[in-house]
């Protein structure tokens, strides 16, 4: 079992940056990969980005390449997302999710929501303009 914690949210104006944290306990990190998914309000959640177990690969959905940077620190059970030049469509729930290394890791299965196994409890964007 593996407990995810989401950190970081709050409100920044247009323009400006956040950094994410997604913190795990429970087992060995680096024995997962992990994705940050986002909900908006009224609308399904979806991908921003993913990371290997190593953190030697990386993946992002096309609105965010280039603004937003995923990392890791397995040394902390940390997982970050350093999101710049934030616009006001950002805003949402951002969740982290946690995948065990047995799988298969591609830019086709990390952006499925039912390819991970576990789920932080979300924290909230807001961009305003």
């Known amino acids: 079992q593996v407990q995810l914690v989401e950190s970081g949210g709050g409100l920044v104006q247009a323009g400006g940056s956040l950094r994410l944290s997604c913190t795990a306990s429970g087992r060995t990190f680096s024995n997962y990969a992990v994705g940050w998914f986002r909900q908006a309000p009224g609308r399904e959640r979806g991908f921003v980005a993913a990371?290997?177990?190593?953190?030697?690969?990386?993946y992002y959905t096309n609105s965010v390449k280039g603004r937003f940077t995923i990392s890791r620190d397995n040394a902390k059970n940390t997982v970050y997302l350093q999101m710049n030049s934030l616009k006001p469509e950002d805003t949402a729930v951002y969740y982290c999710?946690?995948?065990?290394?047995?799988?298969?890791?591609?830019?086709?299965?990390?952006?499925?929501?039912?390819?991970?196994?576990?789920w932080g409890q979300g924290t909230q964007v807001t961009v305003s303009s």
């Open positions: 999710a946690a995948a065990g290394g047995s799988k298969y890791f591609s830019g086709g299965y990390v952006s499925e929501d039912t390819w991970y196994d576990y």
């Open positions: 990371i290997s177990w190593s953190g030697g690969t990386t």
